[in-house]
């Protein structure tokens, strides 16, 4: 819910959470972590927008992970276990995603509001300057965190093309943005509702993310199920959040991140899935080439989900980018 909401709004915005999908997201949630993240807990945060939930697992220094638009944390669940050998790994989910409290995004100005979550979050964890690894609109979020507070982001390390890196938006976002719209309806809306709580739909579902990742077949049951339910749960802020940032022409000017990528003074690992369909590789080579202290790695054969792909590869590429490996590997 947004900071500053009298009783009766705080009240209407709680109304927003679907039962169904509150009740499915959280089980789905403990059967993929039981299966990815063993050892993983979870607990609550209060933020000044609303309380969010935050997974944590190892030990060590600290690193945080910021999942993409209409995802939830438990997104990063294929590389955790992977990184939490050498840090203790802090994966909170943004305002209206997964277990968070509502918000509405309407009139937001989405890069102060990444910079308040983010500080929030640091703030709440006991956390100074730390590195920040983001998908998608999670980079999008770290990078305008990065540019407000300079002094507590000591890396950034994105997988998958950031937001903001270019205006065109993939038919997959048009298509999540209908269906967001349609799924708020009461007709045809309840239907489609009843239709996702079913395990059913996770063939739509999987079907769905064939746009975002090149291999489907490789994302788990359970992450399918965290994902309708995540729909069914938070489809109203959801849906303001994709209709304020994404127009007929693409993102709106606010979310363009074009002109800041020499401003970024940190070292900064760009993750590339060779088939990511956001932008081409020669797009993110040539942002990567921006950044002062900017390096770029390829992975064939994978996605804008690259870790889905490649889980491995990809958290052995992090883990050398924050020099948490021995011997380190041929860049690409």
């Given at each position: ?31 993929l972590l039981s299966r990815y ?158 239709g996702m709580a079913k395990p ?24 399918l199920d965290c994902q309708r ?104």
């Amino acid at each position: 819910m947004e900071a500053g909401a009298n009783g009766s709004e705080a009240a209407d915005l709680r109304k927003w959470t679907d039962e169904t999908g509150d009740r499915g997201l959280r089980e789905a949630r403990k059967r993929l972590l039981s299966r990815y993240a063993q050892g993983a807990r979870t607990r609550k945060l209060k933020l000044s927008m609303g309380a969010t939930e935050v997974i944590e697992l190892g030990e060590g220094p600290p690193l945080v992970l910021l999942h993409g638009g209409l995802g939830e944390a438990g997104e990063w669940a294929p590389i955790l276990t992977l990184l939490a050998r050498r840090f203790h790994l802090y994966v909170p989910d943004r305002p209206g995603h997964g277990l968070s409290d509502p918000f509405d995004y309407r009139g937001v100005d989405e890069r102060e509001l990444c910079a308040r979550f983010l500080a929030d979050v640091l703030d709440e964890c006991g956390l100074g300057s730390v590195p920040l690894i983001g998908c998608s609109m999670g980079g999008f979020c770290a990078i305008a965190f990065y540019l407000r507070h300079h002094d507590r982001v000591s890396r950034l390390i994105l997988p998958g093309m950031p937001a903001g890196l270019q205006k065109a938006v993939p038919p997959g976002i048009y298509q999540a943005q209908k269906l967001l719209r349609q799924v708020s309806t009461l007709f045809p809306g309840a239907l489609i509702r009843w239709g996702m709580a079913k395990p059913s739909a996770r063939g739509r579902m999987r079907k769905v993310l064939s746009g975002f990742v090149a291999h489907p077949e490789r994302v788990p049951e359970e992450f399918l199920d965290c994902q309708r339910f995540n729909f069914l749960r938070n489809r109203r802020s959801l849906r303001w959040y994709l209709d304020g940032m994404v127009t007929a022409e693409g993102l709106t000017p606010p979310m363009l991140l074009d002109q800041h990528w020499p401003e970024i003074l940190v070292p900064t690992t760009f993750i590339w899935g060779e088939r990511d369909v956001f932008a081409t590789v020669d797009q993110g080579r040539a942002a990567a080439a921006r950044v002062p202290a900017g390096r770029f790695e390829l992975i064939p054969d994978a996605g804008h989900g690259v870790w889905f792909d490649e889980p491995d590869r990809v958290a052995e590429i992090i883990l050398d980018s924050l020099g948490a490996r021995v011997n380190p590997i041929k860049t690409g």
